[in-house]
Every structure is written in structure tokens, then in C-alpha cells.
T-cell receptor
């Protein structure tokens, strides 16, 4: 019962370094998402992929890129990390169709110094 | 656009007390509504859902009813336990994107 798996769980970067966060799901879901969680702000959508081969910007895409590698995997890349990107990042997935609930990974805690 | 407003916390209760967390929403169409729970150091877990007006979602003693007339989806539990201490998020979706409230931290004391 792995569900949504995120790696790494923790990471510390220096300003300007690059990093790719990995996400894989084993539920045969079509849609995948990346969120960031900051204190008092709930979760904000960075990018999403409604289906394999498509990606779209969410609420806060600046400074990030994504790749939907295949149906299972959806990665998030920080090309030049900034302290403002210190956050907890969550990947999620959902089955095909509108208005489906999303299933979340345990998060990656990223600190940028 | 779509938005969710939920009761600010933190909320501190004694064991066996009644819990209510208010949630109201703004949406243009017919969203599905959710409550998620986040335990310390973990990701979000779906607690319950409702997909249309007057639906009641329930799970683990928690309940919420989709009220279109008041655009609300308040979470309730009749008798909380220490293990219910967590952050609770109200959310809605119209399509693929989830819109979340800011979260309400609940602490239950023995």
C-alpha cells in the first residue's frame, strides 16, 4: 500500500543550487499535482498534470518546472533555489475525471539557506 | 475564483468534548467538497467528502453536510479523543484543482 511516494523526505540547499523532487504513485491515477505548504497559508498548487503528456501551471509556478515522466512519475525541479522556496512540498494524485479526491504523499521538507 | 474560508484556530478541547470547525466556500458551479486531516509530520489524508448538495460525508465519527443554500461544509464530531489532535483542512474542487482553506489546528487534551 505505497500510494504516493516522495523522495527525498528532507533536503537542505544553498541559494542558487538546483534540485529535483521525485514523486511516484502506484494507484494507476491519471492526474498528479505538486503543492507547497507554508504556515498559515494552507496548500498552494504549483503545477499539475491532468493526464500523461500534459502539464499546467497552478497558483504559484514561478521558480519551478515539472516533468510528467510517465503515468506513475511527476517530478518538480528548482533550477536556482531561493530562500523563499523554503517550504514543505507535497505531491498528490487523483483518478480520472473531474472533482475527484486527491491522495497525498508524506511530503519533502526543503530548507534553502 | 473558487475559495474556501475556514475557522481560524488553534482550537483546544478536552477529551469527549464536541468539535465544530466552520467552513464556507465560494464557487461558480457545483464543486465537490472535502475535509482532509494532517497529523504531525505526515501528509494530508482524506477524511470525508460530499459531491452534491445535501450529501453528508462521514468517517471515524466525523460528519459534514454539503449545504448549498449557505455555501457551507462544517465539520463536526460528537466526542473527540486525544488521537484527533491534528490540522484539519476544508477543500473544494471544480475540475482538477483543489482549493484549500488555511487549516485549523485542533489539540485535544486528556
Amino acid at each position: 500500500n505505497a500510494g504516493v511516494t516522495q523522495t527525498p523526505k528532507f533536503q537542505v540547499l544553498k541559494t542558487g543550487q538546483s534540485m529535483t523532487l521525485q514523486c511516484a504513485q502506484d494507484m494507476n491515477h491519471n492526474s498528479m499535482y505538486w503543492y507547497r505548504q507554508d504556515p498559515g497559508m494552507g496548500l498552494r498548487l504549483i503545477y499539475y498534470s491532468a493526464s500523461e503528456g500534459t502539464t499546467d501551471k497552478g497558483e504559484v509556478p514561478n521558480g519551478y518546472n515539472v516533468s510528467r515522466l510517465n503515468k506513475r512519475e511527476f517530478s518538480l525541479r528548482l533550477e536556482s533555489a531561493a530562500p523563499s522556496q523554503t517550504s514543505v512540498y507535497f505531491c498528490a494524485s487523483s483518478s480520472q475525471g473531474r472533482n475527484q479526491p486527491q491522495h497525498f504523499g508524506d511530503g519533502t521538507r526543503l530548507s534553502i539557506l | 475564483g473558487d475559495s474556501v474560508t475556514q475557522m481560524e484556530g488553534p482550537v483546544t478541547l478536552s477529551e469527549e468534548a464536541f468539535l465544530t470547525i466552520n467552513c464556507t466556500y465560494t464557487a461558480t458551479g457545483y464543486p465537490s467538497l472535502f475535509w482532509y486531516v494532517q497529523y504531525p509530520g505526515e501528509g494530508l489524508q482524506l477524511l470525508l467528502k460530499a459531491t452534491k448538495a445535501d450529501d453528508k460525508g462521514s468517517n471515524k465519527g466525523f460528519e459534514a453536510t454539503y449545504r448549498k443554500e449557505t455555501t457551507s461544509f462544517h465539520l463536526e464530531k460528537g466526542s473527540v479523543q486525544v488521537s484527533d489532535s491534528a490540522v484539519y483542512f476544508c477543500a473544494l474542487t471544480e475540475g482538477y484543482k483543489l482549493s484549500f482553506g488555511a487549516g485549523t489546528t485542533v489539540t485535544v487534551r486528556a
